[in-house]
């Protein structure tokens, strides 16, 4: 394929140009989720300004096709088309532009594009000479016509003036390059006492989860926006969520498989987690935390009545541990990272020690990173993300080693999790990101999903997988779920059937994968989610 008419490829500029899609390189690749473009998602081009973003895309998919010999940039008019509101002039001029690609093949192969800015130019052979298309080419142009390079005047005159060499001797020549390569590559090999025989992987290829293989369970509870895993010798118990109320699931499954309804709260929970004395914190939306414990059911609140701090923004995110001194520590993600603790064996307001922005060492640290969305606790360390900032930190327990914080190179940043082999893992719009011994590497360059918020991020108990849930914008085509192979160059979508959203992942000690979604909960695999 050699080009596009002029005046098509303008009106297709403009039309384009246009487009929503078009605006940020994010949006576009968020556009190529859909399975009809996807395959060029990889290798799709990016640019600083609409107009060369526009052009750039154009010139990398209008000589592509699918194994059904489909045109990419008629494809991608199709999507785009679906997008826009059928009362759009622009729907209907997409719609257009598919209906002439469609119809008029030779549109993208009557005149040259260039392919340099020193004016060379591309044209399809002519049956006896150079084309009328070539005398018109303007004075100074080139045009190569099989490999030969002719120049135009502005009198329609045409002049050759470089002649390419004969077939055979252009095959010849590449015969013996073809054939001096594979010499030397020999003589390297065998120097470097490499087998020239390829020898079989030891590394297994990833065979991604069949969806057929999650299984709902209980679905009358739906709009399911949490999980926790507690595995003790006491309990083992599924903690599940929604936005206001709190149910059970106690393991092993039971015949009936229902979630028990715990504990009502009238405010709208924005997180939860639970603390090694079974209290459970409850981060509401009025900017209070609750703390309930489901075996006593022993309720206590704090407000900025009993924590001066609370009540002016919402908690994000709450991590918890016990210290070998007999207390419990808490830290909440409040407009940067705050502290509480307290020893007695239950929790009341009074017994739960809060400090002083100038006492508190983590908010000292981290006061500067006013969105903090997520925290993750490891052994040694508080990990912490703010979503506008892009900015993960670390707070080190061991007051020899020193606070840390790295930006990410993303348009924002979400969740955060990690695994028991100490690897960290980063989610944001665009980007999955490894964190191994406190040094970010870039696996991949996006995730498989449509939508630009992450909602969920869970790590195999081997380190090996990493799951990531999505939260779905509605009537999009998104795919609410991925898995990611640790190693891969992407992951791999897992479009489960009637789930919309992936609001919260959790693996539990048998490896078993718990879904929050807003259809239900979901088990995987099915085999080991049976009463």
């Given at each position: 394929m050699s080009g596009m008419d002029p005046g098509l490829l303008n009106r297709l500029r403009k039309t384009l140009i246009g487009c929503s899609a078009f605006a940020s390189n994010a949006e576009l690749r968020a556009c190529f989720i859909d399975a009809r473009i996807h395959p060029w998602l990889p290798q799709l081009p990016e640019a600083d300004n609409l107009?060369?973003?526009?052009?750039?895309?154009?010139?990398?998919?209008?000589?592509?096709?699918n194994q059904s010999q489909e045109n990419a940039l008629f494809l991608l008019l199709h999507v785009l088309a679906e997008r826009e509101d059928p009362a759009d002039d622009r729907h209907q001029a997409?719609?257009?532009?598919?209906?002439?690609?469609?119809?008029?093949?030779?549109a993208y192969d009557n005149l040259a594009v260039e392919i340099s800015q020193q004016?060379?130019?591309?044209?399809?052979?002519?049956?006896?000479?150079?084309?009328?298309?070539?005398?018109?080419?303007?004075?100074?142009?080139?045009?190569?016509?099989?490999?030969s390079i002719f120049q135009g005047d502005i009198y329609g005159n045409v002049t050759q003036v470089f002649k390419s060499m004969p077939a055979w001797l252009q095959y010849l020549l590449w015969g013996i390059l073809g054939i001096a390569l594979i010499t030397l590559l020999g003589v390297v090999l065998l120097l470097a006492d490499v087998p020239l025989l390829p020898q079989k992987s030891l590394t297994p290829t990833p065979v991604p989860p069949e969806t057929s293989q999650f299984v709902p369970i209980d679905s009358s509870v739906t709009d399911v926006h949490g999980l926790i895993y507690q595995h003790t010798a006491e309990h083992n118990v599924l903690w599940v969520r929604d936005m206001t109320t709190l149910y059970r699931l106690d393991m092993p499954l039971q015949a009936k498989g229902k979630l028990e309804k715990v504990y009502t709260l009238t405010q709208r929970i924005v997180n939860f987690t639970l603390d090694c004395?079974?209290?459970?914190?409850?981060?509401?939306?009025d900017g209070t935390v609750n703390i309930y414990n489901p075996y006593t059911e022993v309720s206590v609140?704090?407000?900025?009545?009993?924590?001066?701090?609370?009540?002016?923004?919402?908690?994000?995110?709450?991590?918890?541990?016990c210290t070998d001194e007999g207390f419990v520590e808490v830290?909440?993600?409040?407009?940067?990272?705050?502290?509480?603790?307290?020893?007695?064996p239950y929790t009341s307001a009074e017994n739960i020690?809060?400090?002083?922005?100038?006492?508190?060492?983590?908010?000292?640290?981290?006061?500067?990173?006013?969105?903090?969305?997520?925290?993750?606790?490891?052994?040694?360390?508080?990990?912490?993300?703010?979503?506008?900032?892009?900015?993960?930190?670390?707070?080190?327990?061991?007051?020899?080693?020193?606070?840390?914080?790295?930006?990410?190179?993303?348009?924002?940043?979400?969740?955060?999790?990690g695994t028991a082999q100490g690897t960290i893992w980063v989610t944001g719009d665009e980007n999955l990101f490894k964190i191994d011994g406190h040094k970010i590497d870039e696996h991949i360059s996006s995730i498989s999903l449509k939508n630009t918020i992450v909602r969920a991020i869970a790590a195999s108990t081997?380190?090996?997988?990493?799951?990531?849930?999505?939260?779905?914008?509605?009537?999009?085509?998104?795919?609410?779920?991925?898995?990611?192979p640790v190693g891969s160059s992407s992951t791999w979508p897992l479009d489960l059937p009637n789930v919309e959203e992936v609001r919260d992942i959790v693996i539990d000690d048998r490896n078993r994968v718990w879904l929050g979604t807003k259809q239900g909960v979901v088990c995987y695999p099915k085999s080991d989610c049976q009463p």
């Open positions: 107009a060369q973003r526009v052009d750039a895309v154009i010139a990398y998919l209008y000589d592509k096709k997409l719609l257009d532009l598919t209906n002439i690609l469609e119809n008029t093949p030779a004016g060379l130019k591309e044209e399809p052979t002519p049956a006896g000479g150079v084309s009328t298309q070539d005398r018109r080419i303007a004075a100074g142009k080139n045009v190569i016509v099989r490999g004395r079974d209290n459970i914190w409850f981060a509401l939306k609140w704090l407000d900025s009545g009993t924590v001066s701090w609370l009540g002016k923004k919402a908690v994000q995110d709450i991590e918890t541990r830290w909440l993600a409040h407009q940067g990272v705050r502290t509480l603790r307290y020893h007695s020690e809060s400090f002083t922005d100038a006492d508190d060492e983590f908010y000292t640290k981290t006061q500067e990173f006013a969105d903090t969305v997520a925290l993750y606790l490891e052994a040694d360390n508080l990990w912490g993300i703010d979503r506008t900032q892009k900015a993960l930190f670390r707070i080190p327990f061991n007051p020899l080693d020193a606070f840390e914080n790295k930006p990410l190179d993303d348009v924002q940043i979400w969740r955060i999790t081997d380190g090996q997988t990493v799951w990531l849930g999505s939260n779905c914008p509605p009537q999009s085509k998104c795919i609410p779920l991925a898995w990611y």
